[in-house]
Nanobody, 121 residues
Framework: VQLQASGGGLVQAGGSLRLSCAASGSIFMIRAMDWYRQAPGNQRELVATANTDGSTNYADSVKGRFTISRDNAKNAVYLQMNSLSPEDTAVYYC????????????????WGQGTLVTVSS
């Protein structure tokens, strides 16, 4: 199983970016899909979660500015980021809770490689 994240880049404060992450490989079922971020010198933090029932959760710091969505048919998750500020500068990682086959009952966490978002002031 591999997760491929894309969409990062350099944007001015107040701008927008849309991150994408697609899972591929041996996938039977995906439970929650998340976006995390890690700024230089900081620990990795959870930004947003998209659950299989359609519910979503956000870190307080991004509520009202970021929107997570998923396309189950494509095994993909997206993060629309609006009103970006320099404090949002970080490497963004996607994560999926994935069950690889019908005979494997457990879900495991798989991470994407990260995509850098830089917001200039």
């Amino acid at each position: 199983v591999q997760l491929q994240a894309s969409g990062g880049g350099l944007v001015q404060a107040g701008g927008s970016l849309r991150l994408s992450c697609a899972a591929s490989g041996s996938i039977f079922m995906i439970r929650a899909m998340d976006w995390y971020r890690q700024a230089p010198g900081n620990q990795r933090e959870l930004v947003a979660t998209a659950n299989t029932d359609g519910s979503t959760n956000y870190a307080d710091s991004v509520k009202g500015r970021f929107t997570i969505s998923r396309d189950n048919a494509k095994n993909a998750v997206y993060l629309q980021m609006n009103s970006l500020s320099p404090e949002d500068t970080a490497v963004y990682y996607c994560k999926g809770q994935i069950r690889r086959s019908w005979s494997e009952f457990s879900f495991r966490d798989y991470w994407g490689q990260g995509t850098l978002v830089t917001v200039s002031s």
